[in-house]
Structure formats: structure tokens, C-alpha cells
């Protein structure tokens, strides 16, 4: 087990924001009681994310990669399905970020149950699989079925009110986590691979799939008719607890939702993946670290991250004032999205693709503008009272109707990346942070949608660039050709 670079990868994430806390603690915004169990919560994530990380390495990628395989050998499009299916509903029950969304989404507003919350984001993920993979077997272009999923979500959002929207939006974002990931892009290669399509069609799936979760909350919101929180009473309760009520409650909900998953690996391992005793014990090794890394994960962000967020947010919007809070906002989404490893794996994979022609470090610093305007509207909007279907319509909208002029491959990229910038610090410290600044549920959820449509139009500008590019690179040669 890689626990040493993972832990390197996790450090990078965590510090940077810790550092800034703690300046600002010394500075604007004192936290008091609460910077000690900040402290010691930022080295519990740092832990147990390292941990969760390492062990999904080799207990949870081989898995996926194994299924890809197996279903690339069957061929047959209802096993397909139905493993396709049944692994989106069990990650996402198991997925870290999506468990501290809810959790949030209760603490600020009980009437919403976390645990039908869950099972709905894990049903609408699950379904949209289904869909990401049937787009694959029948080479259905990616964008029209982005697009006819996106009006459906236009119609449907513009129904349930800003409130539920961004939750739903949140929601999405919070799916395409480090569990989910590995198991979505093994199956959308394996399944690609077995088609006759070309290469673009293996990029997708996790894009198709995030759009799941979006409507199944919008569904949600529209069957239950329950009204938005508005006051952080019930979070501010919970910021009391001690740390071993924190980590017995984290214990028992994480083992409810990491169990199904369980269950599936077990069964698939005695059915179709059959893996070798020893490669199967060391499976169940990495099982185990990753269970244990969510536990102390989880514990770590309810005991002292979320709650210093949400008080930061407090103390620099009552204190400061707005130019000064989107200021930090800014700052807070810069260095997040430059700290999160995933986005590193990606602007690698970017670089490849292109055969070095965009640079990693022009990437990152699109996807850092971004991702820190994405923060900063987040926050403006609670100031400025604006709602937030207007931030969907344009930026959602802006991203479909890129795909018309970015190549295939670029666009299959950016929608599978619109998770990677909305990570562990998303979901913890940035949403908790807005949330303080807003006072609201109405004007505090919606953050990690943002953050998660921001590279969605960032790859694709460059996807853009590389096409313009690349045509004034035939250009030169034909120029070149006829001067002979």
C-alpha cells in the first residue's frame, strides 16, 4: 500500500487552506474554541483521507478494472446494465463527499432526511450509468445526450426553486468523488473497448452519469414538497458534540453505507471476477484501510473543519464586509483546485492527449481561474440576492453549447472532469464557508455545483485553442507544400 504518496498528495490538499485559516484566525476572523479542534480535525483528514486513498488503490481499482474487462468479454448488454447499475448505487452510498453533503443538507435544514438524500443521489447515479453506457454500446454523440439530459434538468430545476437546484447541483458535484471515479472509468473503457466506435467514446460516462443525482433531488424535492432551512441551528448544535460521539455516529452511518458495496464486491468476486486467494485477500485489505480512512475522514470534517468553515464565513462577512469576502473566496478556490491531486491527474491526461501542444501548467491555470471565479460568484450571490438558476442557465448552457465547436474528445473530457475540482475541500471547508457567509440554506448550497461546472468551460476553451491551433498548423505546412 502507497500510504507515503498518498499521504504527500493529501498533505498538498489540506495545508495550503489550513495555513490560510490560520492567518486569517491571527489577522481578521479569530476562531477562539473552535481553532483547536480545527487543527486536530485538519490532521484527521489528512489520515484518513491518505488512508481511504491508498487502500481504494488496491482494493477498489482493481475491481473496476477487472469489470471493465469482464464486461468487454460477455457482451451482453443486460448483465451490462444491471452491474452497471447496481455499482453506481453502491459507490455513491459508500462516497465520502457525497455523506458530507447530506450531512450538511440535514444540519441546516432536518426536514430533509440525509439517509432518503443519499439513496436518491445513489438511484439517480445509478441510472445515468446505465444511460452513459447504452450511449457507448450505440455510439450515440456525446453531446446530444448531454443536451437532451441538460433541458430535462432545465425543465425540472426551473420547478423546484433555488433551494433544491443548487442542492441538486451540489449533489452531482459531490458524486465524482475518489470512490466513484475508478469504477466509472473502467467500466466506460471496458465497454468502449468492446464497441466499434472510436476512441472518443470511451471518455463520457462520468459526465453522463453526474446529471443522475441532479434529477433524481429535483424529483425528490418535487415528491416531498419540503421547505429550505434557513438558520445553521442544527449544524451549530452538532459543532458541540465531542469528538467520540462524532466518531461513533460516523462509525455506524459509514458501515450503512459502506456495506452494500461490500456486498456487491463479494458477490461479484464468487460470480464473474473470481480474482486469485491472494489477490482477493489484499482486495479485502484495501477495503478495510478505505472503510477506516472514510471513518477517520468523516470524523475529522464533522468534529472541528465544517463547523471552522461555516464560523470563518460568519466572522469575515460580519466583520469585513463583501469585497473582502469574495476576496478570500477567491483566494480559497485558487488554491484549492491547484492543491487537489485529481486535478493534477488531469492536466496530465490533457497534456497526453494533445501529445504535448497544451501544457499542463496552461490547464491548471485555467482551471485555478475558474474554479476561483466559481467560489467568488458562490459568495457574491448571497450578497447580491441573485438566484441561482441564472448561474445554471448561462454556465451549463455556455458548456453545451461549446461541444458544437470544441473537438469530441476534449468535451468527453471536460464533462468527466466536472468533479475533479470539486473535492474533499469543496465539500468540507468551501461549502461550509459560504454557508456561514450566506446565514441560509436558500443562498449557501450551490458552491460545489459551481466549482463543478467550471472546468466543464475551462477544457473546453482549450479544446478550442487546440483546434485553432491545430488548423493553423496544416495552414503553415500546406503553405509550406505549395511554396515547393
Not at 434538468?153 to 468523488?177: E, K, N, P, Y
Not at 453545451?400 to 475533479?420: N, R
Request: with cysteine.
Amino acid at each position: 500500500m502507497d500510504f507515503v504518496s498518498k499521504l504527500k498528495e493529501t498533505l498538498i490538499s489540506v495545508l495550503p487552506i489550513m495555513a490560510i485559516v490560520l492567518i486569517l484566525n491571527f489577522t481578521i476572523a479569530p476562531l477562539g474554541e473552535r481553532l483547536v479542534p480545527f487543527i486536530i480535525s485538519g490532521f484527521l483528514l489528512v489520515i484518513g483521507l491518505s488512508l481511504f486513498l491508498a487502500g481504494t488503490d488496491i482494493g477498489m481499482a482493481p475491481v473496476g478494472e477487472k469489470l471493465g474487462s469482464v464486461l468487454t468479454n460477455k457482451r451482453n448488454v443486460w448483465f451490462m446494465l444491471a452491474i452497471g447499475f447496481i455499482i453506481g448505487f453502491g459507490v455513491t452510498l459508500a462516497e465520502p463527499d457525497v455523506t458530507v453533503l447530506v450531512n450538511q443538507v440535514h444540519s441546516l435544514n432536518p426536514a430533509i432526511s440525509a439517509s432518503l438524500l443519499k439513496v436518491m443521489i445513489s438511484l439517480g447515479l445509478g441510472i445515468f450509468v446505465d444511460i452513459g453506457l447504452m450511449k457507448t454500446v450505440f455510439g450515440a454523440p456525446l453531446k446530444w445526450v448531454l443536451l437532451v439530459a441538460y433541458l430535462i434538468v432545465f425543465v425540472l430545476v426551473g420547478m423546484i426553486g433555488q433551494s433544491m437546484a443548487s442542492i441538486s447541483f451540489d449533489a452531482s458535484g459531490a458524486t465524482t468523488g475518489p470512490l466513484a471515479v475508478p469504477f466509472l472509468l473502467a467500466l466506460g473503457i471496458g465497454v468502449s473497448a468492446s464497441t466499434r466506435h472510436d476512441k472518443d467514446g470511451s471518455f463520457g460516462l462520468t459526465g453522463i452519469s453526474s446529471v443522475g443525482p441532479i434529477l433524481a433531488v429535483a424529483i425528490m424535492a418535487m415528491a416531498f414538497a419540503k421547505g429550505s432551512g434557513e438558520a445553521a441551528q442544527a449544524a451549530e448544535a452538532a459543532a458541540e458534540s465531542t469528538f467520540w460521539t462524532t466518531l461513533l455516529h460516523t462509525l455506524k452511518n459509514t458501515a450503512i453505507g459502506f456495506a452494500p458495496l461490500l456486498a456487491i464486491i463479494l458477490v461479484l468476486q464468487f460470480t464473474i471476477l473470481r480474482f486469485p486467494k491472494i489477490k482477493f485477500r489484499n482486495i479485502c485489505f484495501g477495503i478495510v484501510f478505505s472503510f477506516i480512512g472514510i471513518v477517520i475522514f468523516l470524523s475529522g470534517a464533522e468534529f472541528g473543519f465544517v463547523g471552522a468553515g461555516r464560523q470563518l464565513g460568519i466572522l469575515i462577512s460580519g466583520n469585513s464586509g463583501p469585497v473582502v469576502t469574495v476576496l478570500v473566496a477567491l483566494v480559497f478556490g485558487g488554491i484549492v483546485v491547484i492543491a487537489e491531486p485529481a486535478v493534477w491527474v488531469l492536466t496530465k491526461q490533457v497534456e497526453q492527449v494533445t501529445a504535448g501542444r497544451i501544457k499542463r501548467r496552461l490547464v491548471m491555470v485555467f482551471l485555478a481561474i475558474g474554479v476561483a471565479i466559481a467560489v467568488g460568484l458562490a459568495i457574491l450571490r448571497s450578497y447580491l440576492n441573485i438566484n441561482y438558476l441564472w448561474f445554471i442557465f448561462l454556465g451549463v448552457g455556455l458548456s453545451l453549447g461549446m461541444m458544437f465547436i470544441c473537438p469530441p474528445l476534449f468535451s468527453g473530457i471536460a464533462f468527466d472532469s466536472g468533479g475533479v475540482a470539486s473535492g474533499p475541500m469543496s465539500t468540507t471547508f468551501l461549502l461550509s464557508f459560504a454557508l456561514g457567509v450566506s446565514g441560509s440554506a436558500d443562498m449557501g448550497f450551490g458552491l460545489v455545483g459551481l466549482v463543478a461546472i467550471s472546468p466543464l468551460i475551462a477544457i473546453q476553451i482549450l479544446g478550442v485553442i487546440f483546434r485553432l491551433k491545430e488548423q493553423r498548423n496544416k495552414k503553415e505546412v500546406a503553405d509550406a507544400a505549395s511554396a515547393e
